[in-house]
Every structure is written in structure tokens, then in C-alpha cells.
T-cell receptor, first 117, second 112 residues
Framework: KAGVTQTPRYLIKTRGQQVTLSCSPI?????VSWYQQTPGQGLQFLFE???????NKGNFPGRFSGRQFSNSRSEMNVSTLELGDSALYLC????????????????FGEGSRLTVL | DQQVKQNSPSLSVQEGRISILNCDYT??????FLWYKKYPAEGPTFLIS?????DKNEDGRFTVFLNKSAKHLSLHIVPSQPGDSAVYFC???????????FGAGTILRVKS
């Protein structure tokens, strides 16, 4: 089956701009999570969405936001970009937390690499 | 506050030998642990997991060991192959939740 699809794969923005990233989960997966990966920091959890509702949120400023649509597709938005927002943004899909079908395994997309100049 | 730590940024191993990647955690509420592998320009892929009720889980060449009292887990790869060269991330969660806490990763290089 098709994997997690993220668009765009690469983008360059300047400070102060805003960006929207898109994620299409694996068919049948209703939970979508977002992570930020920066060198030396590993993957940092941004937020998780299920049934169009944010279920969990990481320690990121309010400039980072997201949403989920009725077809489980998700978008994340970063406003007023800063140089430190340059990172690989990874989307992952899975079955919802706590469900019998959830093994705790997340299926990741290839990521959207954002460069802020 | 790094709740999951991978203290070795990199590891180099000869092909055919054992690779041992280590991970420490501080949050005693974690009860599910996973290892992911990541190649450049690809997303992380799931490798193996272990629940806190076990101390060992094996899948082919990969074995994960969990020492709850020491809050330590390790991934053993035997025998190591050049294709295993990648970044390995340790991750932890509570009750198979989807909020995973990741370590910073260890770069494994398997030399042929």
C-alpha cells in the first residue's frame, strides 16, 4: 500500500514568512503526528491529530500549528519563520493511540526539508 | 531535558561483527520502546520494539534488550552488514502512545 506522502519535499523561505506543509497518511491510518528533526537534536514531537482534533502537543511556540481534515490528511503551518526553524519536518501516520491495532509503531514520510534564509 | 539519550554519536564496526547501540532514558513512565533506522533523504523506518514487561525481543539479526532498573536499552545487530549503515534512533512512549520521545541518534558505519 502507498506510504505516507509529504509535500513539498524541499522549500526555501526567508525570515518572517510563513509555510504550510502537507501530509497524506497511509490509507486506513487516522492518526497523524508531526516531528521536527534538526542535527544533534533527534526528532522532536510537534503534535498529533486524530479525527480532526489535536490530541497531543509538544513544547513548541504557538507559531507552529496544524490541522487535520476529514479524510485524515494533515497540514502544519509555521508562521513568522525564524532561522532556527530550518529543519526536516516529518509526518507519521498510525492507528490511534490506545487502540488494539496500535503497536506504537509510526510510519514516517520522507519529510519536508525547510531552509529559512 | 533529554528524557531519551543516545550518548554515542557514532559507531564504526567491521562487517560480520556485532554492533551494539545503547540508549538511556530517565522517565519511569515510559513502557514501550522502539528503534528506528534512517537512511539519508528517507524517513525513519521501524526496526524493532519492546514492551516494558519484557527484557528481550528478537527479530532476525536484531535483538533489543531492556534493563528497567538501569533505565537502559540496547540494540544488537549480529552479524552486521554494510547495508546496516544508517542513523539509528531510540524512542520511547507511554502505553503505545503516538507521542514518541526520540534520542539524538547514533550513526552506524559498517565497514566491509
Amino acid at each position: 500500500k502507498a506510504g505516507v506522502t509529504q509535500t513539498p519535499r524541499y522549500l526555501i523561505k526567508t525570515r518572517g514568512q510563513q509555510v504550510t506543509l502537507s501530509c497524506s497518511p497511509i490509507s486506513g491510518h487516522r492518526s497523524v503526528s508531526w516531528y521536527q528533526q534538526t542535527p544533534g537534536q533527534g526528532l522532536q514531537f510537534l503534535f498529533e491529530y486524530f479525527s480532526e482534533t489535536q490530541r497531543n502537543k509538544g513544547n513548541f511556540p504557538g507559531r507552529f500549528s496544524g490541522r487535520q481534515f476529514s479524510n485524515s490528511r494533515s497540514e502544519m503551518n509555521v508562521s513568522t519563520l525564524e532561522l532556527g526553524d530550518s529543519a526536516l519536518y516529518l509526518c507519521a501516520s498510525s492507528f490511534p493511540s490506545g487502540t488494539r491495532t496500535n503497536t506504537g509503531e509510526l510510519f514516517f514520510g520522507e519529510g519536508s526539508r525547510l531552509t529559512v534564509l | 531535558d533529554q528524557q531519551v539519550k543516545q550518548n554515542s554519536p557514532s559507531l564504526s564496526v567491521q562487517e560480520g561483527r556485532i554492533s551494539i547501540l545503547n540508549c538511556d532514558y530517565t522517565n519511569s513512565m515510559f513502557d514501550y520502546f522502539l528503534w528506528y533506522k534512517k537512511y539519508p533523504a528517507e524517513g525513519p523506518t521501524f526496526l524493532i520494539s519492546i514492551s516494558s514487561i519484557k527484557d528481550k525481543n528478537e527479530d532476525g539479526r536484531f535483538t533489543v534488550f531492556l534493563n528497567k532498573s538501569a533505565k537502559h536499552l540496547s540494540l544488537h545487530i549480529v552479524p552486521s552488514q554494510p547495508g546496516d549503515s544508517a542513523v539509528y534512533f531510540c524512542a520511547a512512549s507511554t502505553w503505545r502512545g503516538n507521542k514518541l520521545v526520540f534520542g539524538a541518534g547514533t550513526i552506524l558505519r559498517v565497514k566491509s
